[in-house]
């Protein structure tokens, strides 16, 4: 116990040494808010949209192919948070290899309720997934506490996430370049390897903009895959109408936030009609439900059962050649939530720039 104290303590004063430093070196004036990030962000998503949603997609993809449900992979991130939440309350950081080095995760004082208001799910789903890990072996319950084994590490160790995820701020970087805001210039496996070396930190801003984003499409679309669905209907559109953008323009005009979502949605309908009165071979932005299993690993029964679930609920139709396209509804219906959400995006993002200013 006293040699933990001694290491602690050396962390401690090394860690405020470098931070005084580094402190020192920072022209405040250049330091990023959240509101310059989101503005830019949503001013110049012509350049940022494809992008964010492949993002997402991908760790979408993550969340439902560790476990082939979305829920379990949610209840492993939540515990693997509060573990997150635990070091940065004691200024703790350690890097990836440093957490990823341990032969198991202990989360203290393990709770279901607690989980079930984190993730606003009931608790007979919460308790019967947990058990379901258990069995799995990946979690270990000890009276109040829990075990993440090492087993399971495989599962959640995000080592392609923090690839896209350096991918997609180094985007945001390139643009609050140009805009004089922001005078660092980057390269992806640089952000990649801050990302490594303040994984504590960093990660736990990572899950505190994701896991209240998927938790409010949750309560949206009422279940995950019924969203990872959606979402790979909007990836499909949302590549296609980039690729069309960039033919027709060389990909000059810059779109705001809701005129590129307007023109995403109405697209592939104006398109289509168009493509018809003049008596040319319709090509369309939509994708079938095979595609979608294909794509996602989700069954086909099921996409195709939540694919009527959307359907009916005017956020996808199907289009003249049977295959499923965004509806105007969307506009109306996801497009404020996630503006809303778009502000934790920005203050991740703008935290993890900060921090590179000082890296």
Known sequence: MGHYLVDTCSFWVSNLTFTIMSLQQVDFSKVLNDEQVYNHMMANYDQLGKDWINHQWRWMNAVYGAFKDHYKYMIIISLVEKTLHFYDQMNIKLTYDQYYSKSFIQIDRFSITELCEKLQLPKETVRRKVLELEKLGVLKRQKKQI????????????????????SYILKISEILN???????????????NVLKKNFSICWRWFYRMQIPMIIGYHEMFEDLSTFHVWGTVCMNQAFNYNASLEKKNG???????????????????????EEMVRGVKAKSNGVS???????????RATVIRKCKFLVKNDYLRLNEKKQYVLTGFNVQRVLPYQKLIFRNKAKFIRKVLNLLTIS
């Open 289 to 299: 439900a095979m595609s979608v299993s294909d794509m996602t690993g989700i069954p």
């Open 251 to 273: 990909h000059n005009d810059v779109h705001n936030y809701m005129d590129y979502q307007r023109e995403l949605i109405k697209g592939d309908y104006n398109k289509f009609n």
């Open 178 to 192: 140009k805009e004089k805001l922001y005078s660092k210039k980057l390269y992806a496996k640089m952000i990649e």
């Open 147 to 166: 075990i993440i084994d090492r087993s399971s590490f495989s599962f959640i160790r995000p080592e392609n996430q923090m690839k896209y995820t350096a």
